[in-house]
């Protein structure tokens, strides 16, 4: 077989390789978002750079967790899952510096603590207000005043 031939019949396994990712993809994010509460979600998986180490994904309320996934991964299982009552919200700010180009115009960057851990996320302000609603509308017996900040 010549070469040019098997250049083009490479080059079209790739092509179906990638439609085939891309329409996987498609058919993940219909799946996920399936039962409604699903949402643009970064998460700042790395802190040792400042404005650095943001990922983008999708965010979804499952029970009393946020769970995380990845937007470019076709795992079905989040990446990160917060438990609602570990979940602290502190604060929120736009981004600065390197952050404008690594998250969605229009989000912000939200400062949790999570287990007594620094998290941070970023939503748009509208995902801001439901977040905030869902961590306040906890099951009877929920402690209020942790919340509140």
């Known amino acids: 077989m010549p070469v040019w031939q098997w250049l083009v019949e490479s080059a079209g396994v790739l092509l179906l390789l990638l439609l085939a990712y891309g329409f996987a993809l498609i058919v993940r994010r219909r799946v996920l978002s399936r039962h409604g509460g699903t949402f643009e979600l970064s998460h700042r998986l790395r802190t040792s750079r400042p404005g650095h180490g943001w990922v983008v994904g999708l965010g979804r309320y499952q029970h009393e967790d946020l769970e995380w996934f990845r937007i470019f991964s076709l795992s079905p299982r989040p ?3 917060w438990s609602r009552r570990k979940l602290t ?3 929120s700010r736009p ?4 952050e404008r180009r690594a998250l969605y115009p229009g989000h912000l960057v939200v400062t ?3 287990a007594d851990l620094p998290c941070e996320l970023a939503m748009d302000e509208s995902s801001l207000m ?3 609603s869902w961590l306040e509308a906890g ?3 929920t402690d209020w005043n942790r919340h509140r900040t």
């Open 79 to 81: 990446r990160r899952v």
């Open 89 to 91: 919200y502190t604060g």
């Open 95 to 98: 981004p600065a510096g390197a």
């Open 112 to 114: 949790c603590t999570a």
């Open 130 to 132: 439901g977040f905030q």
């Open 139 to 141: 099951p009877p017996g």
